[in-house]
């Protein structure tokens, strides 16, 4: 009773705790009637917030974090309640490679600072929340970021200038009735509002934001648990071992992120009570909508379930309401319940802001989150951005970036994007002979951690030089924009380009399919655009996608129809570097899309080109005519001639030869065949 | 070619379709209502219908495979209907739920089966399942392989059997099956199955594809013999086994006695070879077995025919004993001597393969190629790969000691990656140089694996592999910019000992260091040194020099001398301030070179071009610095060394300026040789040497080759070279100037994830589209699923949402059923 009188002491969600704290503040006061201009306000120094103040620091640009708390990460000092992180803080992977093991990494924030890794804060795989909140102090404090605190923003409107970067300024009012002007405006509060439900009864039901977290609280009782995500299992997890029993009711089927391959979904950590269900020991989940259901509470203070349609029915009292039990005796929840949990996740407050800033929720689709572009901008006013887990709409079930392992890549995509867009910073690339494309392909495929975190939402894109001698590689360019590609990096795509994404098989995830099944691994390399685990998929285009092509890409396509694709097959280990299972299929692929030769040859057989050839191939013209030819040892040499990639010319004429494959013979080059040297025997 | 002969088969397939069946003009899917439906129903006649809301959307996948299988389902007499339950009036047929909808097969009026939706996933899977239910008497589906054996028993002697295997239920190979049985249902006994315990222990390997077998047991009398089996080996569509059914119908001998040419029967027809076992009255019997046994074998796959050669009148060649036929008109016959069996048999294999299988042929050939390593450098490298190299004798660096250790010590860095064969193959040199260098260098070799470093090699401005660079205390980086290999590497190492350009203090020194003295151990790997003279006050020409020098460090050695008594020098050598003498040290001279005005950029193009030499031995390694002349290549290919006469000659003439429009050079055999695979490529066989060739390969491609019989003079060289640029001679052959196309071809995937689009879209409804859908599709899933297995308290809960208190349930009975 006592607890459901907390429940409802945090029920009206908000800015409660921090109107309490407001009052210490570290504002330099403001008294003009000219707001402070800022060209980047960031809302929120979570893990989101500080991310985009550290790509702003580096980029030295103009910028200051509104934070309403003292410190940065305020979430994580309240939730999880039960304080245990589900983002695994892998601490080895028997690599060295930085960039590979930030894979691994879930919590981390990026930065060029080693000591900034999220492993040097917790040695547990599921750290606990606080170590969070130390780390997220850390990452501000040790970078220097520009974080006003105790400042609460009350109230954002627009202000129309033509002269704005966006012909419009953001306002930002805080607490203290300081207007703060801003060019951009870069919303990361996260989801801070608890999603409720209304219906009869819903008074009675204690939030997981407010609920005890004590078992001592829950001995001996019944209890119903709404809802069926992380909360609710990690709710159930830790009173499993006291309560008679828990019901679980919510209105979806229970998903398993292994079955569905988002880290969203129920984790394995959680579901202990899947366990206890499955095997008979009382506990049990339950489906059915939760806006039909009626609580009703007795004498004894029980809580009973009901339906609102019987509430409509008349207006009895409380012990006089039908229950579904009464004519169906053996209904499923006609247990009387001691306690009645909410936990149901989380909706963004969208309450701060001021209509005229058009930020609307995502619709049927996603409600909790606001709506935003493929680019994290706002539908409804340019230059307002939504990073981290309120960003989640674009990939929501999909991929990663309602999670700090993967909106840390969406938060530097969209710095990128502003940088261009104001500062005339191209998106950053590295330009190369395409003698280089595969190797470079391939090294980040194997190490790329955008790419594998953000799979289907970020990829990389090879841009082709005129004649394909050369390309440019742009890094974790967000797919859904591939059309406005030009305009959001600065860089042009006028000879066709390569995209690199990461998928999962067509037909592998989802929330009743079986994973495990027999057979799931391809191991063939013609077979590998049936690969079921995560892996490289390459799109080969020949002009840039339109938007409409985008649009209407076909169904279950991660992008539009390409004029080729390639799949390398799943691996194992996640290490695509076999040279004839991942690296030789796509240099064919490659090769076939360029019309080219993309072979690496020794300098001796580049010599022999030169001199036999009016053309050379790529690696010869790009390495050996420029006098970096690849010699090679005495012992590969001895190699090449026994597979007979490479002729032994120095025995050429002495000894009859059979016309074996010689570099001209077997590498079918264009040019004069090599006859057999069957008829010059006299002549030497 | 396989088509032509088919299109005449298609259109009596469907003739007979038409002929035999009810055909409905309409072929798009009609709507009703149910009791409009229902009402359409006659008795005897199968209808399918998929029951859905109105207010459904009115496209989904779904519905276009059930649109695309109305006319197909036609073809046999099933109409097909989408009823549209409406609220006025529902049935029960009409899902209590939206996205519970079903589809139900009836006769007349009579509910035969009922169809979740996921199992009529694309039109294949429609047909092959109502296809099924209706033939539930004529298809008999099994799972052992002791069905499979009463059925066989109960038939021997009375029926033929036809057993297939297919992977799945609803697969296009499924349909076919269906499909045949449906117009040979009641001749033969068809047997399905889809375990492949069962058709591996009817002995066959590939479970992979579907299979179809006939089982000969009209024939068998006694029960305890085996029926004879006859493998259909082509892939399971109806055609092919109503083609095969054909065949199996057809006598297994016909004995004809006319022309060859002239014989026609159901095998040609069916575009399949005949094979006529020439016959004489002497050997009847012997040729009646051969051919009977020789017809077994090639049952399904040709006709064979017995050809009595007495009674014959057209010609047929004495000595041959089989005739072969093959289905295209207009090819003659081929008369054969074959002595054997199994040589008819192969023989009518092969030309099978010619014939049909020419497309799946192709693939057959690439497809083992494509996986054949055809890159030098990756196969040497992964050939290698279990070689240990000696790897200790370079320091590998990490990124905690990467700084530290290029601070501490002057360091040549290699960046390589692991998995790069480029990068692995050079790594070897690299070793070969560590062991080569061992304890005599004061330049520490250290390597960086940047699969492992990555981050420390981006720092590094490394993006590419391989990469070596130079730390050296207190200056900038320099990459190394030549040829990968040891001795490359080596000279630049060498060169880089002293600093470049090297400041000489006095006279005598700067003789000594002109003489090649003062660094003797380093003039193997500079045969020119430079020393730029200056006076003391030319400060803006000697930063110039000395820049020149910095950019060249490595490849050649530069002096600087600016003392007081630097007139000594210029005096000596005829130079004039400020000026550069190069000492050839192989050819001991030295010349001089004003450097009046010239800027850093054209210092290094000076020094570069006095490098080159007027009449080099070509080498793999020298080549590009001479091909950068972009002029025809006049080369002597020498086995050993040069000719003294014949490089006297040259000498001669490039002195006299005659070759100033080419570049001279020699090849020597020994040294590279390489060359005979040039040789090989300009006369196809080695000519004798000494040979001069000029090769233009920057115009035209065209060589010409300088007459074997004509001694290497002067005046013989001189001349044919006039007769050159006059346009007198004719080249010996022309390069090739095509580009350099892909070596095989790619894995196509598109296709085959189109193909396998349009032939089995397993369950292609519950795939997420795009964003947008995401949430309805999840939906989808959790339908999907809650009709499947349930745990008992959903299906309570389900039971009690059926209660018509319930609000959905509510909505639905509210206007039918007023009293609730």
Not at chain 1, 180 to 204: K, R
Not at chain 2, 205 to 218: G, R, S, T, V
């Amino acid at each position: 009773m006592g607890l459901s009188a907390v429940a409802r002491l945090w029920g009206p969600p908000g800015l409660l705790l921090t109107f309490a704290l407001h009052p210490t503040l570290c504002l330099r006061p403001v008294q003009t009637s000219a707001p402070r201009h800022r060209d980047y306000c960031v809302l929120g120094a979570g893990p989101a917030g500080l991310q985009m103040a550290y790509f702003l620091q580096r980029a030295g640009r103009d910028y200051a974090v509104f934070e309403r708390a003292p410190r940065p990460g305020s979430f994580f000092t309240r939730y999880p309640r039960h304080r245990k992180l589900i983002s695994i803080n892998k601490r080895h992977t028997g690599k060295a490679n930085a960039e590979f093991n930030l894979r691994h990494d879930w919590n981390s924030l990026l930065s060029h600072d080693p000591r900034l890794l999220f492993r040097h804060y917790s040695r547990a795989y599921f750290p606990d929340a606080g170590d969070m909140v130390r780390y997220l102090g850390d990452f501000a404090d040790r970078l220097g970021l520009h974080v006003l605190y105790n400042t609460t923003i009350a109230h954002v409107t627009l202000d129309k200038d033509r002269q704005a970067w966006n012909g419009h300024y953001f306002i930002l009012t805080d607490q203290m009735g300081h207007a703060h002007q801003c060019s951009v405006l870069l919303v990361a509060t996260g989801l801070s509002v608890p999603n409720q439900v209304d219906f009869p009864g819903s008074e009675y039901v204690e939030g997981y934001e407010s609920v005890s977290v004590d078992p001592e609280d829950f001995e001996g009782q019944n209890v119903l648990i709404l809802g069926r995500g992380n909360s609710a299992f990690e709710t159930a997890e830790n009173i499993l071992g006291v309560t008679n029993f828990i019901h679980m009711l919510s209105r979806s089927r229970v998903r398993l992120s292994w079955a569905t391959h988002y880290v969203g979904d129920l984790r394995a950590i959680n579901n202990g009570l899947l366990d206890t269900y499955q095997l008979k020991s009382l506990d049990g989940l339950l489906e059915s909508d939760l806006t039909d259901l009626a609580v009703v509470k007795d004498r004894e203070g029980k809580f009973h379930i009901t339906l609102k349609f019987f509430l409509e029915e008349g207006n009895q009292s409380a012990d006089a309401v039908t229950l579904p039990q009464d004519d169906n005796d053996n209904f499923a929840m006609r247990v009387a319940y001691d306690r009645v949990i909410r936990c149901l996740g989380w909706n963004f407050d969208f309450s701060i802001f001021n209509k005229s800033l058009r930020l609307s929720s995502g619709g049927e689709l996603s409600k909790k989150y606001p709506l935003v572009k493929a680019s994290y901008e706002s539908k409804g006013s340019r230059g307002l951005f939504v990073l981290g887990t309120a960003s989640h709409s674009v990939d929501y079930r999909r991929s990663a970036g309602g999670f700090i392992h993967g909106f840390r890549y969406t938060v530097r995509a969209v710095h990128r994007l502003l940088e261009q867009r104001h500062h005339g910073v191209a998106w950053p690339s590295t330009k190369h002979p395409i003698s280089q494309l595969t190797s470079s392909i391939v090294r980040r495929v194997n190490e790329a951690s955008g790419l594998y975190q953000m799979f289907g939402v970020l990829a990389d894109v090879v841009l082709l030089k005129e004649n394909a001698m050369a390309f440019e590689y742009l890094e974790e360019f967000p797919t859904q924009m591939l059309a406005q590609l030009e305009t959001i990096t600065g860089r042009k795509a006028r000879h066709g380009l390569f995209v690199i994404n990461m998928e999962y098989g067509r037909n592998f995830s989802g929330p009743d399919k079986d994973v495990f099944f027999y057979d799931r691994s391809v191991g063939h390399t013609e077979d590998a655009w049936q690969s079921n685990f995560l892996h490289p998929v390459i799109y080969y285009y020949r002009h840039l996608p339109t938007e409409q092509e985008v649009r209407f890409r076909p169904a279950d396509w991660a992008l539009p129809r390409p004029t080729a694709i390639h799949h390398i097959v799943e691996d194992f280990l996640t290490d695509w570097t076999a040279p004839v299972g991942h690296i030789l299929p796509l240099r064919r692929f490659l090769e076939n899309c360029l019309d080219t030769d993309l072979r690496s040859f020794y300098a001796e057989s580049c010599f022999l080109f030169a001199l036999t050839h009016q053309k050379l191939p790529p690696f010869c013209q790009q390495g050996y005519l420029r006098t970096q030819g690849l010699m090679g040892t005495e012992s590969l040499r001895r190699h090449g001639v026994e597979s007979g990639l490479l002729r032994d010319y120095a025995t050429v004429g002495r000894r009859r030869e059979d016309g074996g494959r010689g570099l001209l013979g077997g590498s079918q080059a264009p040019g004069p065949p090599v006859q057999a040297l069957d008829s010059n025997k006299e002549e030497l | 070619m396989m088509s032509s002969s088919f299109n005449k088969f298609r259109v009596g397939i469907s003739f007979v379709m038409m002929s035999i069946f009810y055909k409905s003009a309409v072929d798009s899917l009609s709507e009703l209502s149910p009791q409009k439906y229902f009402s359409t129903l006659q008795p005897g006649k199968a209808s399918l219908a998929y029951f859905c809301q109105a207010d459904s959307p009115r496209t989904s996948i779904f519905l276009e495979e059930l649109n695309e299988a109305v006319k197909p389902l036609q073809d046999y007499g099933i109409s097909v209907a989408k009823v549209n339950c409406v609220k006025e009036e529902t049935s029960r047929y009409c899902g209590k739920e939206k996205d519970l909808m079903k589809a139900y097969l009836f006769r007349g009026n009579i509910l035969l089966r009922e169809f979740p939706t996921d199992t009529l996933f694309d039109v294949n899977a429609i047909v092959a399942h109502v296809l099924f239910s209706l033939l539930f008497n004529e298809v008999k589906y099994i799972t052992t392989l002791e069905d499979l054996q009463n059925i066989e028993n109960a038939l021997k002697g009375k029926a033929n059997i036809a057993f297939s295997y297919v992977r799945a239920i609803g697969t296009p190979e499924h349909r076919a099956v269906m499909e045949t049985a449906f117009v040979y249902g009641t001749t033969y006994k068809f047997v399905l199955t889809t375990e492949t315990a069962l058709l591996e222990s009817i002995g066959t390997e590939d479970i992979e594809n579907a299979h179809l077998y006939f089982f000969h047991c009209k024939q068998v009398l006694d029960l305890t013999e085996q029926c004879r089996r006859t493998l259909m080996e082509w892939p399971l569509t109806t055609l092919n086994i109503h083609r095969f059914i054909k065949t199996m119908e057809a006598p297994l001998v016909t004995e004809v006695a006319e022309d060859p040419q002239q014989v026609s029967t159901v095998h040609l027809q069916l575009g399949l070879p005949l094979v006529f076992i020439v016959s004489q009255q002497a050997t009847y019997e012997a040729d009646r077995r051969t051919a009977e046994w020789a017809a077994w074998r090639l049952l399904g796959k040709a006709g064979v025919l017995l050809l009595l050669r007495d009674s014959l009148e057209a010609d047929i060649p004495q000595h041959a004993n089989v005739v072969f036929r093959r289905a295209e008109e207009g090819v003659p016959v081929e008369f054969l001597v074959l002595h054997d069996v199994d040589l008819i048999i192969s023989h009518v294999e092969s030309n099978m393969h010619n014939e049909e299988i020419q497309e799946d042929e192709d693939e057959d050939m690439e497809s083992p190629d494509m996986d054949i390593q055809d890159d030098e450098v990756a196969e040497t490298v992964y050939r290698d790969r279990k070689r240990r190299l000696p790897l200790e004798l370079t320091v590998e660096l990490t990124e905690e000691t990467f700084d530290e250790t290029v601070v501490a010590s002057d360091s040549i860095v290699l960046f390589y990656a692991g998995w790069q064969a480029v990068s692995m193959a050079f790594l070897q040199s690299y070793i070969d140089l560590a062991i080569k260098l061992k304890g005599t260098s004061t330049m520490l070799l250290t390597r960086v694996n940047c699969a492992d470093w990555s981050d420390l090699c981006a720092k590094q401005n490394v993006t590419e592999f391989p990469v070596v660079k130079m730390y050296k205390e207190g200056k900038n980086p320099v990459s190394y910019t030549g040829m990968l290999g040891t001795e490359d590497l080596l000279k630049f190492i060498q060169l880089n000992r002293i600093s470049c350009p090297v400041n000489i203090t006095s006279v005598q020194e700067a003789e000594e260091y002109l003489s090649g003295e003062l660094y003797k151990d380093l003039i193997s790997y500079s045969s020119v040194s430079v020393l730029g003279l200056f006076s003391p006050n030319m400060t803006t020409a000697k930063e110039d020099f000395t820049e020149a020098g910095n950019y060249l460090k490595g490849c050649v050695i530069t002096g600087i001398y600016s003392e007081e008594d630097v007139l000594i020098l210029s005096n000596k050598y005829a130079a004039t301030l400020p000026a550069l003498l190069l000492a050839r040290h192989k050819e001991g001279k030295i010349e001089s070179i004003p450097l009046a005005n010239s800027h850093a950029q054209d210092i290094v193009q000076i020094i570069t071009n006095a490098l080159l030499e007027t009449f080099p031995e070509i080498t793999v390694e020298n080549l590009p610095i001479y091909l950068r002349l972009q002029k025809p290549l006049l080369i002597l290919f020498s086995d050993g060394s040069i000719n003294p006469q014949c490089k006297k000659a040259v000498l001669t003439l490039v002195k006299e300026k005659h070759l100033d429009s080419l570049t001279p050079c020699w090849l020597n055999l020994k040294n590279t040789p390489v060359g005979r695979g040039i040789l090989q490529a300009y006369f196809n066989t080695l000519p004798p040497l000494p040979l001069l060739v000029v090769v233009s390969l920057h115009s035209g491609g065209q060589v010409f080759a300088f007459p074997s019989d004509q001694a290497i003079t002067e005046q013989n060289l001189l001349l044919w070279l006039k007769k050159l640029e006059a346009g007198l001679e004719s080249h010996i052959t022309i390069l090739p100037a095509g580009e350099w196309k892909p070596p095989l071809p790619a894995y196509d995937f598109l296709s085959m994830m189109d193909a396998a689009g349009s032939q089995q879209p397993t369950r292609r409804e519950s795939e997420c589209t795009k964003e947008m859908d995401a949430q309805e599709n999840d939906k989808k899933h959790e339908d999907k699923s809650a009709s499947r297995k349930e745990p008992i308290e959903t299906l309570r809960i389900k039971h009690w949402n059926r209660s018509n208190w319930f609000k959905e349930g509510e909505k639905s009975f509210r206007h039918d059923n007023k009293e609730l």
